[in-house]
């Protein structure tokens, strides 16, 4: 910095030592001018920098301290004041000056650097275009921080934006390390940030960038999220002289976006770990396992008979019933074991370092024990059970989900043994697993490849004995396993979303199906009942397919029924029931599968969206010898009656059975003793031989 001319203008009291400090720095030729802050007569040749004492704001020959800083704008300006007229510097570096000091108060490298940047900040402003200047004069009044640097990073300019929203005082001067210690830290305010990445150091060699999330910290405050974006800055010979970033605060966005990410991975109700972040957390688990070489054990949890708390003591009941197993579970787990919610009443657990394996099978029965005492939800007695399927890693799997699977599919064991208990994952199991995992990949091609299949099973109008429709039942051609039953691959199309277009494949040809029959056989009041799934019902599809089917194939709309298997959705407002408005308005039927089962019951009857109920099989199969069914089935049918719902009975296999449903005046019958649902060709047959006037029961069909 040697070789410095400053010309001094000014005569106060102090001037004369602080012209002593300056010649102390050895920075200059030093010119001292007429303390009434007229320019000398004799103008020195050469000035790098000229000092004002700004003293009074008036000179005393009349100058506004704006004009004499216009006057002298050609120089860097620096004022000069002392401590306890601060607010005069202030006043002169708004006007226009590049900075100020208090003489009685400044140290020697402090005023060597005040100098400095005077200087580099007049030589920035010169070298800017006129145009470049009306930029930076909006800069001075836009809603987003700017600060520019010089080549060398040295902060020259900081708006009064970018003052606010680092919370910097209007006169707090930067050191001239600032652009290594300005948000040095990622938006997480943890992860320091490598030195050639940080804003300053980047704008000012010229690299250009945008959107960089950076934590500003200020000590015992907490951080402030800025979004930057920078560029470097060039003058008309297009030669980088500095740069520029400019930011703003998005510190509540950022909060509001952890939060939404916080909440996408927590469960609303329990407020445990979804099924994401559960799978996330078991992965990195399975990492530590590995790396120590120690077991982790997955349990699957499912509450026993949680549908029937739902449906007799209402949602509000189950949902708090859901948040107490929860809390029992966080309550029961040891430090370092996790817990999620899977889904519905189902929950995940993960233990890790348990050491031996007993020790999964202690810890999954005291959860057993746990889970089944008494609850006391909103003043009413609950009790439930837990199904708990034991995996462990690495033995009954080395992938987080094959792990989940497996725990899973050991919970539907437990749960087919009574509930209540838990099962160990086995390779018996394994095997099973397998299998599924086989469906579930050849379910995904079944479509293309047309291995669906729909098998017919006539109903007949029980007084008459007239075949008077057809119940379509889905059925797999598989290449290896042969004709699967729904019960073997439903399950697998309702949970990988398959159901949509499976169900659309339905549709279509049983419509098309029961209008070719009608025409070939002119049987115009055939009907068709074609079983939907839960998930159909979510699908705004569904009413695309049926208007389209409908269409096509001009069928009367009253000769198609669509059975629903859970009579829940048509007491509750829900997207479920606003689908089923939508069927009826096309003019087609609903029903009510399985009436009788926990899924359907007469408080489902009485809402007025359905036009019929099937009784389920389990009501019908005993029903000869089963007072309680006997009074089931009779009550249902006359409430039927007074409903004006048509009641079908199916699973009907003994001609006693036939004679009770008779007796009581059901309307409709289906089973094997009237036929097995058939292949199409066959109901051809069937329907030939009902034209021909011999019915399915007199011709003693198995
Ligand atoms: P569901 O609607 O209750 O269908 C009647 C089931 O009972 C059929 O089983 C049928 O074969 C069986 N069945 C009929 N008569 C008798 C009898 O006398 N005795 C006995 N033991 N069983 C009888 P399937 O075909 O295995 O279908 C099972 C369930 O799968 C159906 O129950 C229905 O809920 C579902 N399902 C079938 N096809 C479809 C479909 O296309 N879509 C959907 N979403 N579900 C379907
Ligand atoms: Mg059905």
Not at 178 to 198: R, S
């Amino acid at each position: 910095m040697a070789g410095r001319s400053i010309l001094y203008l000014g005569g106060s009291k102090f001037a004369a030592e602080f012209c002593d400090k300056l010649k102390g720095l050895d920075l200059c030729e030093q010119f001292t001018g007429s303390p009434s802050l007229e320019f000398p007569e004799k103008t020195p040749e050469k000035i790098d920098l000229v000092m004002f004492e700004a003293g009074p704001l008036i000179t005393r020959s009349g100058q506004t301290l704006q004009s004499l800083i216009q006057r002298l704008s050609d120089w860097p300006l620096v004022a000069v004041t002392s401590r306890d007229q601060e607010h005069r510097g202030i006043a002169a570096v708004r006007a226009g000056a590049q900075g100020f000091v208090c003489a009685d108060d400044v140290g020697e490298t402090q005023l060597e650097a005040v100098i400095e940047h005077a200087i580099q900040r007049h030589r920035l402003l010169v070298r800017l275009s006129e145009r470049d200047n009306t930029v930076l004069s909006i800069l001075q009044s836009i809603n987003d921080g700017v600060i520019v640097v010089d080549r060398h990073g040295n902060v020259l300019d900081i708006n009064p934006a970018a003052r606010s929203i680092l919370g910097l005082a209007p006169r707090q001067q930067t050191t001239t390390q600032w652009n290594k210690a300005f948000c040095n830290f990622a938006a997480d305010g943890k992860t320091q940030i490598d030195h050639e990445e940080l804003p300053l150091v980047k704008a000012c060699r010229g690299h250009k960038f945008s959107n960089q999330a950076v934590a500003y910290q200020v000590p015992n405050q907490a951080d402030t999220i800025l979004s930057i974006n920078g560029q470097g800055l060039y003058d008309s010979s297009n030669t980088l002289i500095g740069g520029v970033i400019t930011f703003r605060d998005i510190t509540d966005i950022m909060r509001k976006t952890i939060e939404l990410e916080k909440r996408a991975q927590y469960d609303d109700l329990t407020l445990l770990p979804n099924r994401r972040l559960f799978t996330q957390q078991l992965e990195k688990a399975i990492g530590r396992s590995q790396r120590k070489n120690r077991p982790l054990a997955v349990l699957f949890i499912d509450l026993d008979r949680f549908k029937s708390v739902n449906d007799t003591l209402g949602h509000d009941i189950g949902d708090e019933l859901l948040r107490q197993v929860a809390d029992r579970l966080n309550k029961n787990l040891r430090i370092g074991d996790f817990s999620g919610r899977w889904g519905g009443d189902e929950f995940i657990v993960c233990l890790e370092d348990f050491g031996e394996q007993r020790n999964a099978a202690a810890a999954a029965q005291k959860l057993v024990l746990v889970l089944s005492e008494k609850y006391d939800v909103s003043g009413s007695e609950v009790y439930t059970t837990p199904s708990i399927g034991i995996a462990i890693y690495p033995d009954s799997g080395e992938q987080a989900d094959r792990l989940i699977k497996a725990a899973d599919l050991a919970m539907y064991q437990a749960k087919k043994r009574g509930g209540g208990r838990f099962q160990y994952y086995s390779s018996s199991l394994n095997t099973r697993l397998a299998q599924r995992e086989e469906l579930e990949l050849g379910l995904r091609h079944a479509l293309v490849r047309d291995e669906f299949v729909l098998h017919y099973q006539p109903r007949i109008d029980v007084s008459s004995g007239r075949l008077i429709g057809l119940e379509a039942l889905l059925r797999w051609r598989h290449p290896r396993f042969g004709l699967l039953p729904p019960a073997r691959f439903l399950p697998i199309l309702e949970s990988s979303g398959l159901i949509h277009s499976a169900g659309e494949w339905v549709i279509n040809t049983a419509c098309r199906q029961l209008a070719a029959w009608q025409h070939q056989f002119e049987l115009p009041d055939l009907s068709i009942a074609i079983n939907l799934s839960q998930q159909q019902l979510k699908h705004g599809r569904l009413i695309e397919t049926v208007e389209k089917t409908l269409v096509d194939t001009a069928l009367d709309p009253g000769c198609i029924e669509f059975e629903i298997g859970d009579g829940e959705i048509v007491r509750q407002r829900s997207a479920e029931l606003d689908t089923l408005y939508g069927l009826r308005a096309f003019g087609v039927r609903l029903s009510l599968d399985h009436f009788g089962t926990r899924d359907v019951s007469f408080s489902s009857l009485d809402t007025g969206v359905i036009d019929s109920f099937v009784l389920d099989q389990s009501l019908i199969q005993d029903v000869e010898i089963n007072g309680s069914h006997q009074r089931i089935v009779r009550a249902a049918i006359a409430m039927a009656r007074g409903l004006d719902i048509e009641v079908a009975a199916e699973g009907v296999e003994t001609i006693t059975q036939l004679e009770f449903l008779r007796s009581c005046k059901c309307d409709l019958a289906q089973g094997f003793l009237i036929s097995r649902p058939v292949q199409a060709d066959k109901v051809s047959s069937i329907l030939r031989s009902e034209i021909a006037g011999t019915r399915l029961l007199s011709r003693g069909m198995p």
